[in-house]
């Protein structure tokens, strides 16, 4: 069986400006990556997102990879040092938009299972679930591929997110847990009028800075287990209003909760609502509120799936995983759905960033840990091995 050069593939891929929600070849590489290595290669297109989900093997347990294809904008490409999507190598760095969100880790591990594969069939199964619609809305990506094999009975026994969850160094940390999120939209509407004749109008702005107080008001928590507070946070407040003698008719606002699995986020959103009913009363207009849960906090408690990678990781990086949960969220919110989950990937210092870029040995170096951590995976969880 061919082996594939994890750093060539991640060039190709690259060279593919794949900006959500555009594919533009992106997933035609990947997916003839994988066919070639024997995999069953499923597509599945939502709106104008393109997923992917490959196979190779039919026995238990089955270990998946999971990732996306689309990246970020380039942001003024005039302050790069070489074109966004043109895959340069400087000094044995790759530059480019996705190098490490997340086209090299994709890279790394198709690579890792061509090594793998090249001694033989899995003690098992190997997949991938890929998306084009993570850095995005999320609506049509891998949210939806997961509806869809869980109502076929797919089983997926334990799955690897490629995000950039390493630090300083590569291996340094592995997220088994994310907080959730929920984003919310104010719009309180009352009736414009002449500041000097109240009683003709009805003013928006003190109900939604006293929605907001109340809100505000309430400590969340205190924390649960690993996870930090959750908070609060009120990102805009716009009225619009260029006069000085005017009362507005409308008053918005836009928060964000980012919360631990103290809460769901269905709880949250009937908070808000109940809130801003209460904040509205005896008032002559109208309060409205529309918020979307984009996903709920998880943790994946440590234990045997852990041990394994964190095994891998100190065998081929020296490096002593930190089990962390921090920062935002991820794919991850999504497949926690179907089987424990963890977040293993490259150093995602330059992420999003001017010359985002990684160099080739940790490439090199990823990609033996992935192939690691398959070896290690079928060795404990394959029926074989037990």
């Known amino acids: 069986m061919t ?7 991640a060039r190709d891929l690259i060279r593919r400006p794949s900006v959500t929600p555009a594919d533009l070849g992106a997933m035609d590489i990947v997916h003839q990556a994988l066919e070639g290595l024997g995999f069953t290669c499923r597509r599945m297109k939502f709106g104008e997102i393109e997923n992917l989900y490959a196979r190779r093997g039919t026995a238990s347990p089955n270990l998946c990879f999971a990732g996306h294809t689309d990246v970020v904008p380039v942001g003024d490409a005039g302050a790069w040092t070489s074109p966004p999507f043109e895959a340069a190598l400087a000094d044995g760095v790759l530059i480019g938009r996705g190098a490490v969100d997340m086209k090299g880790g994709i ?7 061509s090594c793998y594969l090249a001694n033989g069939a899995p003690k098992g199964a190997l997949s991938f679930l890929i998306t084009g619609d993570e850095e995005g809305m999320a609506f049509d990506g891998t949210k939806r591929v997961v509806e869809v094999l869980a109502a076929e009975g797919e089983v997926i026994d334990h799955c690897i997110v490629g995000e950039p969850s390493s630090s300083a160094r590569l291996g340094d940390m592995v997220k ?8 919310c939209w104010i719009t309180v509407e009352g009736t414009q009028g002449h500041v000097a004749y109240p009683q003709r109008a009805a003013n928006p702005v003190p109900v939604l800075i006293d929605l907001l107080s109340r809100l505000q008001a309430r400590v969340l928590d205190d924390g649960y287990e690993s996870f930090q507070p959750s908070n609060l946070e009120v990102t805009t407040i716009d009225v619009g209003n260029t006069a000085t003698n005017v009362i507005p008719r409308e008053a918005r606002a836009r928060l964000n909760i980012r919360f631990n699995p103290t809460h769901r986020g269905a709880e949250l959103e009937a908070w808000i609502a109940d809130t801003a009913a209460a904040a509205g009363e005896g008032f002559n207009g109208k309060v409205e ?26 065998e081929t990086t020296g490096e002593t995983a930190d089990l962390s949960v921090t920062g935002g969220t991820s794919d991850a919110r999504f497949i926690r759905d179907l089987c424990p989950v963890l977040e ?3 150093v995602g210092a330059t992420m999003h960033a001017v010359d985002e870029r990684v160099p080739v040995s940790q490439i090199r170096d990823l990609q033996a840990t992935y192939q690691r951590i398959i070896e290690r995976y079928f060795e404990a969880f ?3 091995s037990r």
């Open 344 to 346: 293993f990937g490259l």
């Open 176 to 183: 088994i847990g994310r907080r959730g999120s929920i984003n």
């Open 107 to 113: 890279a790394a591990f198709i690579a890792a299972a």
């Open 3 to 9: 082996q594939i050069d994890a750093l060539d593939l």
């Open 289 to 314: 509120v529309k918020s979307v849960v984009s996903g709920e906090a998880f943790l994946t408690q440590p234990g045997p799936f852990t041990d394994v990678v964190v095994a891998a990781i100190r």
């Open 382 to 384: 394959s029926d074989a």
